[in-house]
């Protein structure tokens, strides 16, 4: 009997021994490689997922802004859109949860990298542009296809180049179009003219 308890003893002696034993330095390093790269891969995708997502609320937001700019514009003699400006959409957007309104009176639109919205007055009073800067590729063409039932004219430029019309009186609005207009990054420019 004393025999198999010291043989027990010694088996389960052995058996903390392994159990104790870590990993060894080629399973961490394993282990590692992959975690960072699922993070290289993963992390701009959820970017990217995350953009997408704000698309349709930043729009709808700045459909909103546009209809009601329009039921509220004068019917007098006077341009209804003379002295309009990104106030006005700063004011309206004081409590969204989508856009950001900053103490300098900016609105943030959050579709790239400190990307504005901004609003001005065109065609001596008589319509009013809504530019959005520094947007990003993933929201194209999805912000141009939300906008582009409210806008008369809309225009895309990227990395500072030209503008293109992707929807005028005389060019309906094609979302490919708009998509190509686009580049890489968050150097995108939509303007979006009302009348």
């Given amino acids: 009997m004393q025999n198999d308890e010291r043989v027990w003893n010694r088996g389960s002696a052995r058996g903390r021994r392994r159990s104790q034993q ?7 390093s394993i282990v590692t490689a992959i975690v960072l790269l699922i993070a290289v891969i993963g992390i701009p995708a959820i970017g990217g997922y995350v953009l997408e997502n704000k698309v349709p609320k930043v729009g709808q937001e700045l459909a909103r802004f546009v209809m009601q700019t329009r039921v509220n514009a004068g019917t007098s003699g006077d341009p209804p859109y003379a002295g309009i400006g990104t106030e006005n959409l700063a004011s309206m957007v004081a409590d969204s949860t989508v856009l950001t309104r900053t103490s300098a009176g900016a609105v943030l639109h959050g579709l790239g990298g400190g990307g504005t919205v901004e609003v001005e007055s065109d065609d001596a009073g008589a319509g009013f542009l809504v530019r959005l800067a520094q947007v990003n590729h993933v929201a194209c063409p999805s912000i141009a296809s939300v906008l582009q039932r409210v806008a008369d004219r809309i225009t895309v430029s990227a990395n500072g180049g030209a503008a293109r019309t992707v929807k005028d009186d005389t060019t309906p609005y094609s979302a490919l179009s708009a998509e190509s207009a ?5 150097t995108n420019q939509f303007v979006f003219h009302v009348r």
């Fill in 22 to 28: 870590g990993f060894s330095l080629i399973e961490v």
């Fill in 182 to 186: 686009c580049a890489k990054g968050d």
